[in-house]
């Protein structure tokens, strides 16, 4: 049976209620350019045969991360995900309704929730973490949000290290909110200056680390600068796997700690769902969006999980709530949670170590090609090079030699002056063969 | 002391406004964990939201009872939010108002007029 609630005399009562003539002027506020006119070219009916067969050939001209040897990263980090995650994820104590405000049947779910956080807390350097927000740029949003909140001050200012598309969101959320943001031009060194960005009006200043172009920052002077200041320092990391090796945000002063945590447990499935990470400090606890699980014990005095502060969120405090988005991204944080456990301490700090040596030889093959520099002093498993030529034609012509290259800098902030740069990460699943055989391709095409 | 329906009390002495919560209003929440006071400075137009008084049941908004500036809040009642289940009318005080206009005052309920209201709501 279908299910299709309205008649066309329902749908024209609704228009003739908010006064709009038909369905086309609802989408009046989209800029004619932005409209897709007509209707899409598509059989009005196929077999799910032909159908399979059809996308099946489009499909096959994707040249996708697991086809070839790939060095892309910028926000986005291939690893290996054991088996056993995928396995694990499935059981049924993890299952439960979409929000586990009843302890009494999301057991499974509280607890690896609060297994979570303890991990992310431990990870940055800070005392609380919340359930996970939807990812890393969302999570940086929240973040600023939280920060106008603590310090009653209403402007960010963001890093030129800070990962355009972060940069994004926290400006369209300050946009819809009548908050001011400054973007600090992108710096591809690290070298940028923040005394003179931050007065007495900001609230707190946005710095990832390592940054888009993959230098590792040392947070301790930028939070000894913003704290002067009477601004927060919000730490973003865009791959966790650095945290193996870096030290802490938190050990290096950072108020509000935020990042993506896919490359753990989760596979880069086209962009998302990822699994954004926010931790702070415990006298920030109160501002912290997002769903918090805790520790108890029962009238029989037996240990279990609940939600708790939850009279911050929106079902309880309503327009006035810490954010309305108060849901997380539960089977990625429980996929994360247990690939984190699988590694264990000693194992995150292999695989970081891993990373960083795999990186390490790239970089050393691409410094021995004449032309191409890499700019980076430190970095952990991503840097970037300058290129004699267009770094977005260099992808493409090394893609036609099935390597996948890395993210051109243009892609991301167009009409920068940044053309020439290159940003590569090489991770664990990276191999000897595959890192000759990319230093040889881009000898070949420079 | 003047009390309005949303179980705000105002005192006032000279042209200064103490405002807190009632002891009906402390009753119905239970045990008070978190408070949230104004910043000194702050001018709040009368019905403004002004402070947050969180339970373990429910976080609920202060509504300023009157117009005025904020000269004083109670750092006390952050550090020790019992003091507001202890004595909400008296030491559990949130903040205090210069009065932008006393007549406000003189439109609330008075003690008994308040004790009646109460009455209406079971």
């Known amino acids: ?446 | 002391m003047r009390f309005t329906p949303d179980h705000e009390y105002v005192n006032v002495s000279g042209d200064v406004a103490t405002i807190g919560i009632s002891d009906h209003a402390q009753r119905q929440l239970g045990d008070v964990v978190y408070v949230e006071l104004p910043e000194i400075g702050t001018k709040f137009d009368k019905g403004a939201a002004a402070a947050v008084v969180e339970s373990v049941k429910a976080a609920s908004d202060v509504f300023s009872p009157v117009g005025g500036e904020v000269v004083a809040v109670n750092d006390a009642v952050t550090s020790e939010t019992s003091l507001i289940n202890d004595d909400a009318q008296g030491r559990g005080w949130l903040f205090k108002l210069k009065l932008s206009d006393p007549g406000e005052v003189e439109a609330l309920m008075d003690a008994e007029t308040y004790a009646d209201f109460l009455k209406t709501l079971d």
């Open chain 1, 1 to 446: 049976m279908r299910y299709l609630p309205l008649n066309e005399a329902d749908r024209q009562g609704m228009l003739q209620k908010i006064g709009v003539a038909d369905i086309d002027a609802l989408f009046a506020a989209i800029p004619a350019a932005r409209r897709f006119d007509g209707l899409l070219e598509l059989p009005l009916a196929a077999s799910e045969m032909a159908v399979e067969r059809q996308l099946g050939s489009m499909a096959a001209r994707n040249l996708t991360a697991g086809a070839a040897p790939f060095f892309l990263g910028a926000g986005a980090y291939r690893h290996h995900v054991p088996a056993s995650v995928d396995h694990l994820i499935q059981r049924s104590e993890f299952l439960t309704s979409y929000t586990p405000y009843q302890p009494e049947i999301s057991q499974g779910t509280l607890q690896v929730l609060f297994e979570f956080q303890t991990q992310v807390a431990e990870l940055t350097g800070m005392d609380v973490a919340n359930a996970s927000m939807y990812d890393g740029s969302t999570a940086c949003g929240e973040a600023m949000l939280m920060a106008h909140r603590l310090t009653r001050r209403n402007k960010a200012v963001l890093s030129g290290g800070l990962h355009p598309q972060y940069a994004d969101v926290a400006e369209t959320l300050a946009h819809m909110a009548g908050d001011e943001v400054v973007r600090l031009a992108p710096d591809p060194l690290g070298v940028e200056d923040f005394s003179a960005a931050i007065d007495s009006s900001t609230s707190c200043v946005i710095v990832q680390s390592p940054d888009f172009f993959g230098n590792p920052r040392d947070l301790s002077a930028i939070a000894e600068v913003a704290h002067k200041r009477g601004a927060l320092l919000i730490a973003v990391f865009t791959e966790v796997v650095s945290l193996g090796a870096l030290r802490s945000p938190g050990e290096m002063g950072a108020d509000i700690v935020v990042g993506e945590g896919q490359s753990i447990g989760n596979a880069l499935s086209f962009g998302g769902p990822y699994v954004g990470l926010f931790a702070t400090r415990l006298k920030n606890v109160r501002q912290m969006p997002g769903r918090v699980a805790g520790e108890t014990v029962d009238a029989e005095g037996r240990r279990g999980f609940v939600l708790t502060l939850s009279t911050r969120e929106q079902h309880i405090r309503r327009e006035k709530a810490t954010s309305n988005i108060c849901t997380n991204s539960g089977l990625c944080a429980l996929a994360f949670s247990i690939h984190m456990t699988l590694l264990g301490g000693a194992g995150l700090q292999r695989l970081a170590r891993v990373n960083h040596a795999n990186a390490v030889d790239l970089a050393g093959r691409f410094s021995a090609i004449p032309g191409v520099e890499v700019l980076n002093a430190h970095f952990f498993n991503e840097f970037t090079i300058r290129t004699p030529r267009p770094a977005a034609e260099l992808v493409e012509a090394l893609a036609r030699r099935g390597i996948i290259g890395g993210l051109p800098v243009s892609r991301l902030l167009p009409g920068a002056g940044l053309d020439d740069l290159l940003v590569v990460a090489s991770t664990e699943v990276n191999t000897a063969e595959d890192r000759a055989g990319y230093a040889e391709g881009l000898r070949g095409c420079v």
